[in-house]
């Protein structure tokens, strides 16, 4: 095998560094956050909160992956986030049903009863 | 390694992205889904494929099924403007997103990261099971916290149901209204 076909598979076999998963999990935090903010819908707002819990989820797995004193606690941690964020779908969603039972939208900037 | 890398993480980002910006919610949710499948890769990549499982079928099954029902429930399919999907906020919240990105990655990859190699993480079920209950030299918390986390999930669920549940005489369904 040449040289540099060899320099090619090591570059393409190399371990990702732990920064890489950490910033794919901050951009998608970033993402979900941005959603978050500007979008009218209620059920996309529920949509946008679930990538932000998951782009922690997956920090919380690389860390317990590459950490060598957090002997996996931090895959122990995803759990509870998933047992949470499941928690957290069902009763946004029935809220998002009682608000639409009510007053017929579900559009985030409509429902201003409590606004002074 | 870097090509599987490459390919989820741009799958992960532009699908959320896409959910942020498809202007019909049906479509928002399958992009979301597909957004999660792409981290349950990212699991199986950190040598966490219970965590995977779970991610397949509690999110990519479970939740977005849920989501798609509210979806049901409270829309009309339609296909509306750009304007009208997304609030006033749309640039100072565009602002708040790159900052607070920005502002993450720039401190989690200051850190000094070298020594830290994979393979760490609980591979095994057994492990995972164990780290979840606190034995065996696990962080002795865990135990109250699956406990505590056990009853969360069954309150919630009676308060979805509470919440959701149609009072005699009070509201009216879509059809009766039209």
Redesign the interface.
Known sequence: MPPQAQQVLD??????????????G??????????A?????A??V???I??ML?AV??SL??F?????D???????Y???V??????????G??????V???RKT?N??EVNLMKG | ???A?IFL?AM??IL??G??LSRN?VH??LL?SG??LG?AG??V????PV?AA??VL??VG??TV??L???M???RPQVRGFR????R??WP??A???G???F??YV??IQD?TG???????RETG??GE??LGVN???PI?GL??EV?SV??LV??V???V??R?KTG???DRQEVE
């Open positions: 570059t393409l076999n190399a371990t990702i560094p732990l920064e890489g998963y950490l910033v794919v901050a951009i998608m935090f970033a993402i979900g956050a941005w959603g903010l500007v979008r009218r819908n059920v996309v529920f949509m946008c679930e990538l998951n989820n997956l797995v690389a317990a992956d590459y950490l060598p957090a002997s996996g606690a931090g895959a122990g995803a759990v509870l998933i047992a949470v964020a499941a928690a957290e779908v069902a009763v969603l029935a809220v998002v049903l009682a639409y039972r009510t579900v985030v900037d | 390694m870097i090509v890398f993480a992960t980002l959320a992205l959910v942020v919610v928002s949710a979301m957004s999660f981290i990212f699991f990549m950190l040598n966490a965590l779970f991610q509690i999110y479970a939740v849920v989501i029902f509210g979806i429930f409270t829309q009208t999907i997304i609030n906020q749309i919240g565009l708040v997103a790159i607070v990105g920005a993450l990655a989690l990859s990261w830290t190699v994979p393979n760490n993480g609980p492990t995972l780290i979840l030299g696990a962080p865990f916290l699956f986390i969360l999930l919630a669920m308060a979805a149901i919440i959701s149609r009070e509201g009216v």
